[in-house]
């Protein structure tokens, strides 16, 4: 089913529209909660939590791609629902890829100095620099959370040349960050 059949079951509150929303989103919803969560029964609570906040929020929203829409709400869920369970533990593997990402963004520019809306958009500006093949490996490890062997695989790239690619775009965007004066030398 199409997105704009789906958004159309949701303004009528038709409930089939549950089951379109997992025939279409649900494998990749379940991958990205369970990337950040680790535990299966975890990752289906937070992917029924997106249908249901999907459910609450349209109408009034018309989110246009839905699937961006779909897949950031379950990531957010998700990523409260790790703040919930884990409470100051750090036994999660999707802490990996964010702790990837702290030389290029350290928590003081990101807390005090930079609001989080611009900061993502100077990321955007950045991911729209770099190939498309970079920017989703970009996205799968630091958006998605994929595990760096899975990309690779599904890439069809050897997992030492992945994590490789990865450090070049990391340092790249450091440098952009840099250049755009949100993190210091």
Not at 9 to 34: D, H, P, T, Y
Request: hydrophobic content about 40%; charged content about 30%.
């Amino acid at each position: 089913m199409d997105d704009q059949k789906i958004i159309k079951l949701l303004w009528q509150r038709a409930e089939s529209v549950f089951e379109a929303l997992a025939k279409k989103f649900g494998n990749r919803l379940m991958s990205i909660a369970m990337n950040i969560l680790g535990v299966r029964q975890d990752a289906e609570e937070s992917v029924n939590d997106t249908y249901l906040a999907i459910w609450n929020t349209v109408p009034p929203k018309n989110p246009d791609p839905l699937a961006g829409y779909v897949y950031a709400t379950g990531r957010n869920i998700s990523l409260d629902r790790l703040k919930y369970i884990t409470a100051g533990k750090r036994d999660c593997r999707y802490d990996l890829s964010i702790d990837e990402l702290e030389n290029c963004i350290p928590a003081p520019a990101l807390e005090e100095t930079v609001e989080v809306k611009e900061l993502g958009l100077a990321i955007n500006r950045f991911l729209a620099t770099v190939s498309a093949d970079n920017r989703a490996l970009f996205l799968r490890r630091y958006w998605f959370g994929d595990p760096v062997q899975e990309i690779a695989r599904d890439l069809g790239l050897q997992e030492n040349a992945a994590s490789v690619r990865l450090g070049r775009i990391r340092r790249q965007l450091r440098e952009h960050l840099i250049k755009e004066g949100y993190v210091d030398e």
